[in-house]
């Protein structure tokens, strides 16, 4: 019978102390940046100001994200807002799904509401290409299955067309650019607005 491994007990180790050093060192990064961008802010921090923090070269960082937006992007997909999907079955109506699942949203978006802004602007648009390797594009689907998920409970799966999907998605950003600088003492204005486009979208999608 022919054998998968290498039949080398040496470069088996070998390869998994450099991947477990790759991974060290992508963790070091993300952590770095994350702290950097909350201290200081996006714009103000460099890719030399993070190389420097996680302690490794400029050209290194390089080899494991090609921009900061990048690292925004991973850091996060990486806390996986859909990851925990609302328990519809507890809902009686489209909007109270649709508010849960976008509020669950945000609180695990809470730590980078900061800087979300490069997101909105690049891997969220819907202006820019929908790589199919894109992280942002791939997160930003998801969450749109998510919702076509909930709507089928109480709509007919014929209204669910790319268009409510473009509708829904246009809303949920406008949410997301208020809440990056709302100073309401607990965002109570961002959940105002929310509450106020989900039931802007669910009219229309129930009226078309």
């Not at 996060?76 to 669950?104: C, G, K, M, R, Y």
């Not at 089928?152 to 949920?172: C, E, G, H, I, N």
């Amino acid at each position: 019978m022919l054998s998968l491994g290498t039949g080398n007990a040496d470069e088996d180790k070998v390869v998994r102390i450099t991947a477990e050093a790759k991974e060290s060192t992508r963790r070091k990064i993300l952590t770095a940046a994350q702290e950097l961008f909350r201290t200081v802010g996006f714009e103000a921090t460099t890719t030399r100001d993070i190389a420097k923090a996680a302690d490794i070269a400029t050209g290194t960082l390089f080899n494991y994200f090609p921009t900061k937006e990048a690292i925004v992007t991973c850091l996060v997909v990486e806390a996986e807002p859909i990851a925990a999907p609302v328990d519809s079955e507890q809902h009686t109506t489209l909007e109270e799904s649709l508010f849960a699942h976008a509020a669950n949203s945000l609180r695990l978006l809470r730590p980078y509401r900061k800087f979300l802004l490069p997101l909105l602007e690049t891997t969220w648009s819907l202006l820019t290409r929908s790589a199919a390797d894109d992280a942002g594009a791939a997160l930003r689907t998801a969450h749109l299955e998510l919702v076509e998920q909930l709507a089928r409970k109480f709509v007919d799966a014929r209204r669910l067309t790319p268009v409510a999907s473009q509708m829904y998605w246009t809303l949920y950003l406008g949410v997301l650019a208020h809440w990056i600088n709302d100073k309401s003492p607990k965002q109570e204005d961002t959940l105002a607005l929310l509450d106020e486009s989900i039931a802007m979208f669910v009219g229309w999608l129930q009226d078309k």
